[in-house]
């Protein structure tokens, strides 16, 4: 008897005749090119480097578009951004030693906001694995130990044999929820040895599904069905799952008051009259989530950011909905429910019944009136013009990429996103330098929409060499830098808590003189025609730099 799968096992043909007469002249490398086109890959972000050339060759056989940076962490920002925008995972090529480890940073932020990077690397020649220190260029004893702690899977590879298959697993780890980065390495010799091995034609990586499981949906929807004061909390989860539009049918269903973390933000529309924004960092948004009788957390941890600095003592009954076993009750007693985002509120939206409750409006109305009264006795009228003026700048469905800086930090709380997938920052694992790279990324990814970068002087500097990667691309990027002489936080945080600062200011170049020196045209701009400017090289082709001297104020932080 012959079944349906017994078919699609067969070879075609052409398969067959590929498979028994491979062109000549490939090697090792050829296998990875081939397994990520096989999968679906169109672009690659990377550096080449000595113990890499094998499969940086054989891209230029293969169909792949190559995206190559001048900085291996800012390689990896990019791959990060695609992956973000795309949902797809994002291949990085990186070489043996020194390429290899500075892309640590950049995986830290992936792994941190569940970005899929499929970080590929060459190793020294087989011989020298183990640590048996031949003293080969680039030699760790254990390089794959660096990325363990990192990354969610580590895939090394021996022979070519083992080539398709380590990656094509390497594929599935970073796309099954929650989605992160993935590191293989391949030694250098199995890369640049010749391959009789058939052409890879496909490889099948299906991500595993994550269904919640049915009797903890069952007690959630009863605890919700009862509740007399429900609130959401929503986070970068339900953005990565695409549940968006179930969030707000079942918040509309319960009539619950939903707030997004930074890193959740788009996930439920702004000026909804159960929308309180993302004023996590406010005691006010504080007390009232609080006060929640059943408080649902979907995507979260309810981490630093997303706790008022683990200020939050939640009084009722918690049901929280997570991707990543490891942030289940990490923080808080919950209903822990071990799921994709968006199967999860399905599963609620198919069992929880409508909510009658025509005060929760008004309750959030209340709440947004206190958290801007707050705000605006600070007189911090600066910082919430910028903000305006960018808003009114940034098409609504442009993304924009935020470096850690006082201007993005404001951004987590008081930003309008618009759209959900919009807007990201580096807040997962706080490194600087992330914006920009990130920006050229996503520019990549869509070239049909502007791209909005937002950095300090000092996180500029980290990435100003993707400068040259800019022109030499021609993406569509807007560069806006806050020119404030140095670590503009840290200075804030120094004078606070000792009363001077060290360290915190900075030489810096003239960044519009920098820009031009590349071939990318800059504009020096002011509060006042910030607007104005922006928009003008938003809607210009190409890489831009708009510089703004401004030194910014945070608001005053309610945790302490």
């Known amino acids: 008897m012959t079944h349906d799968h017994d078919l699609e096992l067969r070879p075609t043909p052409a398969q067959t005749e590929a498979a028994l007469n491979p062109p000549p002249g490939r090697t090792g490398g050829d296998l990875v090119v081939e397994t990520l086109a096989g999968l679906g890959a169109t672009t690659v972000f990377g550096l080449p480097g000595q113990h890499a050339l094998g499969m940086f060759d054989a891209l230029r056989r293969s169909d ?165 004061r429900p609130a959401i909390i929503a986070g970068g989860g339900v953005v990565r799952a695409d549940a968006s539009g179930k969030l707000r049918k079942l918040a509309e269903r319960l009539q619950a008051p939903v707030v997004t973390t930074p890193g959740g933000k788009g996930a439920f529309p702004w000026n909804h009259p159960l929308s309180l924004q993302s004023w996590m960092e406010d005691r006010h948004t504080t007390d009232f989530l609080e006060d929640a009788d059943v408080l649902l957390v979907v995507g979260s941890g309810l981490g630093e950011l997303s706790s008022n600095y683990h200020t939050f003592r939640p009084r009722g009954r918690v049901v929280q909905v997570e991707a990543d076993l490891g942030k289940l009750e990490a923080n808080h007693p919950a209903l822990g429910i071990h799921a994709d985002a968006r199967l999860a509120l399905q599963a609620l939206l198919e069992t929880v019944p409508p909510r009658e409750d025509t005060t929760a409006p008004e309750r959030v109305r209340r709440l947004l009136s206190r958290v801007a009264e707050r705000i605006a006795a600070q007189e911090l009228t600066l910082e919430q013009h910028l903000l305006a003026s960018i808003r009114k700048a940034l098409p609504a469905d442009a993304p924009s990429f935020w470096d850690m800086t006082i201007l993005s930090y404001w951004a987590w709380s008081a930003f309008d996103p618009r759209r959900p997938n919009t807007m990201h920052s580096a ?115 190409g890489p831009t730099v708009v510089v703004l001297p401004a030194v910014l104020r945070m608001f005053a932080p309610t945790h302490q």
């Open 427 to 541: 807040q997962g694992a706080g490194g600087l330098g992330y914006a920009f790279p990130a920006a050229l990324g996503a520019a990549v990814a869509d070239p049909t929409r502007p791209v909005l970068a937002v950095s300090g002087d000092g996180g500029a500097l980290y990435s100003v060499a993707e400068l040259a990667t800019a022109r030499q691309h021609d993406v569509n990027v807007t560069w806006l830098i806050v020119d404030d002489g140095g670590y503009g936080i840290l200075r804030e945080y120094m004078t606070d808590a000792y009363g001077e600062t060290t360290g915190t200011e900075l030489t810096r170049p003239d960044f519009a003189a920098l820009a031009e020196s590349f071939g990318v045209p800059a504009i020096r701009t002011t509060p006042d025609t910030l607007e104005q400017d922006l928009t003008k090289a938003l809607t210009s082709p």
């Open 64 to 228: 792949l578009r190559y995206v190559g940076l001048r900085v291996e962490n800012n390689a990896g920002f990019a791959a990060d951004a695609y992956g973000r925008i795309t949902g797809e995972a994002a291949p990085l090529l990186l070489s043996t030693g020194p390429g290899a480890l500075t892309s640590l940073a950049a995986l830290q932020e992936a792994r941190a906001a569940s970005a899929p990077v499929l970080a590929i690397a060459s190793q020294v020649p087989t011989a020298g694995l183990g640590g048996g220190r031949h003293g080969y260029l680039h030699e760790l004893p254990d390089q794959a130990a660096s990325f363990r702690g990192v990354v969610k899977s580590v895939h090394t590879v021996r022979a070519q044999s083992q080539i398709p298959s380590a990656i094509a697993e390497a594929w599935k780890s970073a796309l099954t929820a929650p989605h992160g980065p993935v590191w293989v390495e391949i030694p250098q010799d199995v890369l640049a040895a010749t391959t009789s091995l058939p052409v890879v034609t496909a490889a099948d990586a299906t991500p595993e599904d994550l269904p919640p499981r049915p009797e903890l949906t069952a007690v959630a929807a009863d605890l919700l069905s009862h509740a007399v």
